[in-house]
T-cell receptor, first 112, second 114 residues
Framework: GENVEQHPSTLSVQEGDSAVIKCTYS??????FPWYKQELGKGPQLIID?????GEKKDQRIAVTLNKTAKHFSLHITETQPEDSAVYFC???????????FGKGTKLSVKP | EAGVAQSPRYKIIEKRQSVAFWCNPI?????LYWYQQILGQGPKLLIQ????????DSQLPKDRFSAERLKGVDSTLKIQPAKLEDSAVYLC????????????FGSGTRLTVV
C-alpha cells in the first residue's frame, strides 16, 4: 500500500544551525505534501506545504523542496531557535481519496 | 474561527471495557477524519467522513471500532471492547472538501488501556 518514509527519527542541533528532514513517498498519484509540527499534548499543526507543480517553497526560516521524479521531499529550517523543538511530520495525500498518509515523525531538539 | 474540539482530553479504562470519543469540527467543514496516533508514531487514518457518509474506513478495525456522524457535524468514535494495544492518542481533523490547507487537527484524546 501507500507509504511515507521519514528520516531521521531524532535530530539534535545547536541554536542557529540548520535542520533538514527528509521524506520519500510511494504513491505516484500523490500531489500534495504538507509538513506538520506537533508540540507536547497538542494536535499536529500545519507549518508549510507544497504541491506537485512546484519544486520549492519558502516561508521565512522554513522551506520545502520536492523532487517528483525521485519521490523525495524535504523540510529545511534555518537559524533554528529553541522554540522550534518539537516533533515534525511529513505527509502525502492518497491520490484522489482526500486523506493524508503520515511519516513516523522526527523529534527535533534545538539546544541553546 | 474556533478550532476542532475534542473530548475528553484523557481517558483511562480497563481492557475489555468500552469507551467513546467526541469531535466537533470547524464550522462548515464537510470532511471529518479520525486518526490513531500510537506513541512515537505518525497519525494513522481510521475513518474519513464526507458530510454524514463514510468515504474511507479501510483501516478501521471494524470488529471493535465504530464511528458515526449522524447529522454531518459532530462525530463519535467508539471502541468496544478495548485492548491494551488501543492505547494511543485519537485525533480528529476536518477540512473543506478537497481544501488541503484547511486540514486542521484537534488536540486529541489520550486513551490508556490497563
Amino acid at each position: 500500500g501507500e507509504n511515507v518514509e521519514q528520516h531521521p527519527s531524532t535530530l539534535s542541533v545547536q541554536e542557529g544551525d540548520s535542520a533538514v528532514i527528509k521524506c520519500t513517498y510511494s504513491d505516484s498519484a500523490s500531489n500534495y505534501f504538507p509538513w506538520y509540527k506537533q508540540e507536547l499534548g497538542k494536535g499536529p499543526q500545519l507549518i508549510i506545504d507544497i504541491r506537485s507543480n512546484v519544486g520549492e517553497k519558502k516561508d521565512q526560516r522554513i522551506a520545502v523542496t520536492l523532487n517528483k521524479t525521485a519521490k523525495h521531499f524535504s523540510l529545511h529550517i534555518t537559524e533554528t531557535q529553541p522554540e522550534d523543538s518539537a516533533v515534525y511530520f511529513c505527509a502525502a495525500n492518497r491520490g484522489s481519496q482526500g486523506n493524508l498518509i503520515f511519516g513516523k515523525g522526527t523529534k527535533l531538539s534545538v539546544k541553546p | 474561527e474556533a478550532g476542532v474540539a475534542q473530548s475528553p482530553r484523557y481517558k483511562i479504562i480497563e481492557k475489555r471495557q468500552s469507551v467513546a470519543f467526541w469531535c466537533n469540527p470547524i464550522s462548515g467543514h464537510a470532511t471529518l477524519y479520525w486518526y490513531q496516533q500510537i506513541l512515537g508514531q505518525g497519525p494513522k487514518l481510521l475513518i474519513q467522513f464526507q458530510n454524514n457518509g463514510v468515504v474511507d474506513d479501510s483501516q478501521l478495525p471494524k470488529d471493535r471500532f465504530s464511528a458515526e456522524r449522524l447529522k454531518g457535524v459532530d462525530s463519535t468514535l467508539k471502541i468496544q471492547p478495548a485492548k491494551l494495544e488501543d492505547s494511543a492518542v485519537y485525533l480528529c481533523a476536518s477540512n473543506y472538501v478537497r481544501d488541503w490547507r484547511g486540514y486542521t487537527f484537534g488536540s486529541g484524546t489520550r486513551l490508556t488501556v490497563v
